[in-house]
C-alpha cells in the first residue's frame, strides 16, 4: 500500500497550486485531508446543511450560488483553483452553510475536516492571512455581482456567462444556464431566441455556439453596456 508521505508528494506534483496552501501544515494534518472529484453539475452542497468540510480547489470551477426572492438559484460568485469554497462559515464558527455549492465544470478538491481546517488557521498565521485576502476578493465580488444583477436584464446575464464561457459549443442546458443567471428556464429561452436574433450566438441542434467573432461581438457589446 502507498505511504501517507508519497501519497502527499504525488498529489503536491499533480496540483502545484496547492504547494503554497500546505507547506505548513504538519503531515499529520494533512493526512486527515483526502483529495475528492465531482462532475460538472454535481452538487457539493446546499445551503442548510451541516458544515462539515471545508475544500480547497485543485482544479477546476465551482459556482456559489444563493436563491432569490423568486426561488431561483442565482449565482453569487465563481470560484476558481487556488482558492477555498466553505471558509467563510467555518471561519465565523457558523454551523450550518449559508450558500450553496455546485461543479461548474468536472473538478478535483482537497476536502478538509473542520476540525482540522480550524486547527490549521490557528496554527499558521500566513494561513489565516491569506483566507482573509480570499474571503474579502470572494465578498467583494458576490457583493458587486448581487447588486448588479438586481438591475441587469436576463440578456446581459447570459451575455456575460458566455463571454465567460468562451468560444466554442456550450454544454449547459437551459436550466443551468437559468439558474447561473438567476432566472426561469423560460426567461432564459426569450434572451437565448433574442441573442441569436443579434447574430451574437449560433445555435447547433439546440446547444449554443459561439464563434470567434461573436465573442468578440459579445464582449464589445457588454462593454457598451456598463
Known amino acids: 500500500m502507498e505511504s501517507l508521505d508519497i501519497r502527499n508528494r504525488k498529489l503536491m506534483e499533480k496540483y502545484p497550486v496547492i504547494r503554497e496552501w500546505i507547506r505548513n501544515l504538519p503531515d499529520e494534518q494533512l493526512n486527515l485531508c483526502r483529495p475528492v472529484e465531482y462532475e460538472r453539475g454535481d452538487i457539493i ?6 458544515i462539515r468540510y471545508v475544500y480547497l480547489v485543485l482544479r477546476g470551477s465551482i459556482i456559489i450560488s444563493s436563491s432569490n426572492i423568486n426561488g431561483n438559484e442565482m449565482c453569487v460568485v465563481f470560484v476558481q483553483a487556488g482558492s477555498t469554497v ?5 471561519m465565523l464558527n457558523i454551523h450550518n452553510l449559508i450558500y450553496s455549492a455546485k461543479a461548474f465544470t468536472s473538478c478535483a478538491l482537497l476536502e478538509v475536516p473542520l476540525n482540522t481546517f480550524r486547527n490549521w488557521i490557528r496554527s499558521d498565521r500566513n494561513i489565516s492571512e491569506k483566507l482573509a485576502m480570499v474571503l474579502a476578493e470572494k465578498l467583494y465580488r458576490a457583493s458587486a455581482s448581487t ?3 438586481q438591475y441587469m436584464s436576463a440578456n446581459r446575464r447570459l451575455k456575460m456567462l458566455l463571454a465567460q464561457h468562451g468560444q466554442g459549443r456550450i454544454s449547459d442546458t437551459r436550466e443551468e444556464l437559468a439558474e447561473a443567471c438567476g432566472v426561469s428556464v423560460r426567461t432564459i429561452n426569450r434572451a437565448i431566441t433574442a441573442l441569436k436574433g443579434e447574430e451574437l450566438i449560433t445555435m447547433e441542434r439546440g446547444k449554443i455556439v459561439i464563434q470567434q467573432e461573436q465573442l468578440e461581438k459579445l464582449t464589445a457589446n457588454i462593454l457598451e453596456e456598463v
Open 45 to 50: 452542497f446546499r445551503r442548510g446543511w451541516e
Open 147 to 149: 447588486v448588479q444583477y
Open 86 to 90: 466553505g471558509e467563510m462559515e467555518a
